[in-house]
């Protein structure tokens, strides 16, 4: 028999337990019905350890966090429910196992205890993404301890092998345990739903549930990114690490319930790991590495020229040369060029020059594209394994003008904030800068000036090439 006796999906809408529905939970009475099946399968396995992956505890954007006291607790007070709480024993033997792994994979994971939490603010404790799940175990089942993970916004590969890991510890230590995926699906399948509508969010999760029932892990992982983002989940991270723990067998579901009538989805699966598969992690990267390289090649030449002298950065150790056959554009033209990376939808590195410093353009994004990897000041260099995860925009400025307040267009223009020789840039169309005050006061920062303080204003235009456009 596997380490692993069991794996679900399930949902964590906090009004699911009567003191915060307060009757509203009988709209979902299905789920609730599903879970509760979930609970008194896993009494009848009596796992000893119950591993929970949650969007909902502490997030670090660059590590996944494992609580790791000897004891967690939990409430409902945010959700006006004073009197249900929820508590569990951690498995600590359980975390060191699945740290040390970690490390040696290079896979970014740390234990978190109320010393690390306070220094952010945050207290140790349970989550309602994990709390909702043990909620049904402890209604059949109470003795276990738990591994209480929340997830980290890493790459799809890194949360795969992350899953992996978990598997890996299990073995090594022989102990049985339930997986639990825990997320809700789309947020937004109303439009009298608490969250922005949008018809993306019902296609997202058609095409999990879909595809997890027919255990075809490579569409899940290359699932169209539009509708992923517009669909305002919290719940494929934790499918993600879950199909990793999976590695090696047969990962078809079934479908236990499915609701959103509180424009939400609401999903429950269980899965069994009883016929063996084939291993995914290999075809997971091959699949990403073609959609990488169809992505250069149909990329335009601005953003292909950043593509190319990145890598060619990290294999040679040095700026390429300017190519030959190049536009005029590219080749002649002189002007300021600022390169942006992110990687999964955040920043990861932007450098820049408002004015020309090279000859050409094509040079200006040959220096500044190796900058954003490995100067920016906000972040950790670039890892060459990160390479294939980034996505690349350039921008090629125009001349800045000197420009009132009542001039600038945060959507239109780039502004610069001067005060002798500190100098704050800002590029235009950032998403969640709408406002002129938000593009100075941001600026102003960048450049060390007081926002009380005179100091002139320059704006400038921009053309901006994305990779895939």
Do not use: W
């Amino acid at each position: 028999m596997e380490n692993i006796l069991r794996y679900y999906l399930m949902p964590h809408p906090p009004l699911i337990i009567p003191e915060v529905g307060r009757g509203q939970e009988k709209v979902i009475q299905k789920t609730i019905d599903a879970c509760n099946k979930i609970g008194e399968e896993i009494g009848e396995l009596k796992p000893e350890t119950v591993v929970i992956i949650t969007p909902h505890g502490t997030m670090f954007s660059d590590a996944l966090a494992i609580s790791n006291e000897e004891y967690i607790k939990g409430n409902f007070t945010q959700f006006r429910d004073f009197e249900t709480y929820i508590e569990g024993s951690i498995d600590k033997e359980f975390n060191e196992k699945l740290i040390d792994i970690c490390n040696e994979k290079n896979i970014p994971a740390l234990g978190v205890d109320s010393k690390i939490l306070k220094k952010f603010n945050r207290e140790y404790e349970l989550d309602h993404g994990a709390m909702i799940p043990m909620y049904f175990i402890n209604k059949f089942y109470k003795d276990y301890k738990i591994v209480h993970v929340t997830y980290a916004k890493l790459n799809d590969i890194e949360l795969y092998k992350f899953g992996m890991a978990i598997k890996e510890s299990a073995k090594e230590l022989n102990k049985k345990i339930v997986f639990i995926a825990s997320g809700d699906l789309s947020h937004k399948l109303k439009e009298d739903g608490h969250y922005e509508y949008s018809p993306e969010g019902a296609k997202f999760d058609k095409a999990l549930l879909d595809n997890l029932e027919k255990g075809d892990v490579l569409s899940i992982f290359n699932m169209d990114k539009y509708m992923v983002k517009c669909a305002g989940e919290c719940g494929l991270r934790s499918v993600f690490i879950m199909l990793g723990a999976m590695e090696g067998e047969e990962a078809k579901g079934k479908l236990l319930s499915y609701e959103g009538p509180f424009g939400v989805g609401y999903g429950v699966m269980s899965f069994n790991n009883e016929e063996k598969g084939d291993v995914k992690l290999e075809s997971l990267i091959n699949m990403k590495k073609e959609i990488l390289n169809k992505k250069i090649s149909n990329a335009n030449p601005y953003v292909k020229i950043a593509r190319e002298s990145l890598n060619h950065y990290y294999s040679s150790g040095h700026l390429m040369a300017k190519p030959i056959n190049l536009s005029k554009e590219l080749s002649k033209d002189r002007g300021g060029v600022f390169v942006s990376l992110k990687k999964n939808g955040l920043l990861r590195g932007c450098m820049g020059t408002f004015l020309p410093t090279t000859d050409s353009i094509a040079e200006e994004i040959i220096k500044n594209v190796v900058l954003a990897a490995t100067q920016d000041p906000r972040f950790e260099r670039v890892s060459e394994d990160e390479l294939l995860d980034l996505d690349i925009s350039v921008d090629v400025l125009e001349r800045p003008h000197k420009a009132t307040k009542e001039e600038l267009d945060p959507k239109k223009y780039g502004v610069i904030a001067i005060q002798g020789h500190k100098k704050g840039l800002l590029l235009p169309d950032l998403e969640g800068v709408d406002t002129v005050e938000q593009q100075l006061q941001i600026a102003c920062e960048k450049a060390g000036i007081s926002l009380d303080e005179e100091y002139d204003i320059e704006r400038f235009k921009v053309t901006r090439y994305k990779e895939g456009e």
